[in-house]
């Protein structure tokens, strides 16, 4: 199962990808079991280029029941600094952040599909 | 403090329009991000994993109180409410928004700052002895030459577009506080036997993927040489820095590959050829950044009695004397570190009630000085001994007067994976763990002398080399494990810390760093520092306590 993920350009907010709406809250993403279907997807959100910077497809896995991305770095960015709780997504609370802070056992830095580091 | 003239603050507002622009034009759609981010790159604007990042550039660490209190607005009214001091003494602010960076960028203008060079393949923001101008052992007041090279390197159009990044570190004191080994170019000031100034040339150094301390390719350049000499070294790496590979293109490789005095010999051939007039500094000019620099101090007695008093009564007070109060070269003054490493909290994190709080100390108390060192603290470095009660108490109230300075809790830690793009594991809450182990302040000053240093990636950020013990961030079959390294220094004694062993789970590091601990309390010989005792022990009692039971 996959999720489409981005940076919104004008704040750089971490936002998913919904029905061709990028949502901030990772509960609210689209998420795909067709591979192929994920790569289109992907395709028609890199041409968005106003709107989002860097689209990328991330690996999700079952939480309590809820969806969570596979890797650490992806929780990260779906809930927020793990130094300062009161920033970030993770400050509205909720079910679904509650999931993502208890998902464990997987890969933790990895896990975003076709990554490549630059610096 | 220097003072923008004319043309700095046209030069300033003329790129901060330019800059606008650029960021309407990427809005619009009009340029893709491809060609904008090296544009926003250059105006140290990241894309990070919450949201952008803006580092702002604090040219050789110093600040005022207006600026302060500009930075503590702009954290205030932009970001979140506080703001991340660096080992390169720039301030990050981690939740910009996009289409605030130009409002920003105006705003820093306006108090003379700017993010120019932050990041890109140029001469990035110069750092110097964050005790210029404040302690006895310098020679000059680096920041003359600090503030030099700023102006020369900024937007230097030869030198935009490097093989890549390039740091430049000035000291002029015996006592390496500012890195000076681990820099592209660290420049050291010396007395020639004329009893001339002029500057030790270290080439070379940096931390990253290969580690590397500098190598001196010039015992002696007289100061008013300086500008042509690194020209001339920039000329050398710019023509054969290794473009083709982002992880050989620092100069450090270049230099290791033709071997220090083969590089230096180039070097002195390009000096040779180039005429010097054209670059150096005018006579005129140095005297006028240079009449920037010089505090007034008045003529005090050495002993304070009303610190004499305070410091008898109160045993707090007596251990932030002894840890965060450092000799000055003014009788009656003293140099007043503000400690950022709170046991629990982000090192080097400051909240704008905290900036506004340090901004009114150091203009009432510090003739409206203040520095950042690559320690992540800051310093007020021109406090009358009759005021350090006053400024101990004002610091106490804001939870700014840890006496931890050079201590187990004195952590440095990169931004890691908690913000940080490129991370493999996050620094933070490694610190924040250890120092909370290490908060009893009677315990630490057991310890004494510790510096803890923890990267999130091998871009090493975090100094972890040259710690103490080095910690660095990595990712094991998908985990966080950390890598410890022992009897790194980034000082005047500068060495590059060994592997302790195998890397470690998140959860064992606190327990490896008190078992390492335990270790140095029971073999330290009369008045040894962890560094010294595990540079005449070696790695092997360490490495068993930490591993012992490994099996
Ligand atoms: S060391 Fe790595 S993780 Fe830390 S700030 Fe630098 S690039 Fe980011």
Redesign the pocket.
């Known amino acids: 199962m996959k999720a489409l993920t981005a940076n919104r350009l004008a704040d750089g907010e971490a936002v998913f990808w919904n029905q061709g709406q990028w949502v901030p809250r990772f509960k609210d993403a689209q998420l795909f079991e067709d591979a192929a279907v994920a790569e289109t997807t992907e395709g028609e959100a890199k041409s968005q280029q106003t709107v989002v910077v860097d689209p990328y497809l991330i690996d999700v896995i079952q939480s309590e029941g809820l969806w969570a991305p596979l890797s650490f770095r992806e929780r990260i960015r779906a809930l927020g600094p793990s130094n300062h709780p009161q920033h970030g997504k993770q400050a509205l609370g909720g079910d679904d952040i509650a999931a993502l802070q208890h998902a464990h056992g997987a890969a933790r830095s990895t896990g975003r599909v076709n990554l490549i580091k630059r610096? | 403090m220097y003072r923008y003239d004319n043309i700095d603050k046209a030069f300033v507002a003329d790129r901060t329009a330019e800059f606008r622009e650029q960021v309407e034009r990427r809005l619009a759609g009009e340029i893709t991000e491809d060609q904008f981010k090296p544009i926003r790159l250059l105006n140290g604007l990241y894309l990070q994993l919450h949201a952008y990042m803006l580092r702002i550039a604090i040219p050789y660490g110093t600040l005022n109180a207006a600026k302060l209190r500009k930075l503590a607005w702009i954290a205030k009214t932009y970001d979140q409410g506080y703001g991340h001091f660096t080992t390169r003494t720039n301030l990050q602010l981690h939740w910009i928004k996009l289409r605030d960076a130009p409002q920003i960028l105006e705003h820093l203008a306006e108090v003379e700052m700017h993010s120019m060079q932050t990041s890109g393949n140029t001469i990035r923001n110069v750092t110097a002895d964050p005790y210029a101008g404040a302690t006895a052992d310098e020679l000059d007041d680096p920041r003359v030459w600090a503030e030099a090279i700023r102006q020369w390197s900024t937007l230097h159009p030869e030198f935009s577009f490097l093989p890549r990044k390039f740091k430049i570190a000035v000291t002029a004191a015996a006592k390496d506080r500012a890195a000076t080994k681990i820099y592209d170019i660290g420049l050291a000031m010396r007395r020639g036997r004329n009893g001339e100034l002029g500057f030790e040339v270290m080439v070379g150094g940096g931390l990253g993927r290969t580690p590397y301390l500098g190598s001196t390719i010039r015992e002696f350049l007289p100061t008013r040489h300086l500008l042509s000499y690194l020209e001339a070294i920039l000329r050398v790496y710019n023509r054969y820095g290794r473009r083709d590979n982002i992880w050989k293109a620092r100069i450090k490789v270049l230099v290791a590959s033709l071997g220090a005095e083969e590089f230096g010999r180039q070097v002195e051939a390009e000096w040779a050829k180039a005429d010097h007039e054209r670059t150096d500094l005018p006579d005129t000019e140095l005297a006028r950044i240079r009449a920037e620099f010089t505090p007034q101090f008045e003529t005090l007695s050495p002993r304070s009695e009303a610190l004499e008093r305070a410091k008898a009564g109160d045993a707090a007070f007596a251990r932030f004397l002894r840890h965060n109060v450092h000799p000055h070269k003014a009788p009656g003054y003293a140099l007043v570190d503000v400690s950022l490493k709170t046991p629990g909290l982000t090192p080097g994190d400051i909240t704008s009630e905290q900036m506004n709080v340090v901004a009114d100390l150091a203009e009432r108390f510090s003739l409206d000085e203040l520095r950042v060192n690559y320690n992540q603290n800051l310093i007020l470095p021109h406090v009358k001994l009759d005021d350090v009660p006053a400024v101990h108490a004002a610091l106490a109230a804001a939870g700014l007067a840890t006496p931890n300075m050079d201590l187990i809790s004195d952590i440095i830690a990169?931004?890691?994976?908690d913000y940080?793009a490129?991370?493999n594991a996050r620094?933070i809450p490694i610190a924040q763990h250890i120092a909370e182990r290490f908060a009893d302040p009677v315990r630490a000053e057991q310890v004494g002398e510790l510096k803890i240093k923890i990267?999130?990636?091998i871009?090493?950020?975090?100094h972890h080399h040259v710690g103490h013990i080095g910690i660095l961030g990595v990712d094991k079959k998908g985990e966080e494990f950390y890598q410890l390294t022992l009897g790194g220094s980034g000082e005047e004694d500068a060495s590059l810390g060994q592997m302790l062993g195998p890397a470690l789970p998140a959860d064992k590091v606190t327990d490896a760093i008190e078992q390492m601990v335990e270790v140095y309390l029971r073999e330290r010989k009369d008045g040894e520092r962890f560094l010294d005792t595990f540079r005449r022990t070696g790695v092997t009692p360490f490495k068993e306590a930490v591993y012992a039971d490994a099996h």
């Open positions: 610096k | 990169c931004p890691g994976l940080c490129l991370a620094a990267s999130g990636c871009n090493a950020c975090g």
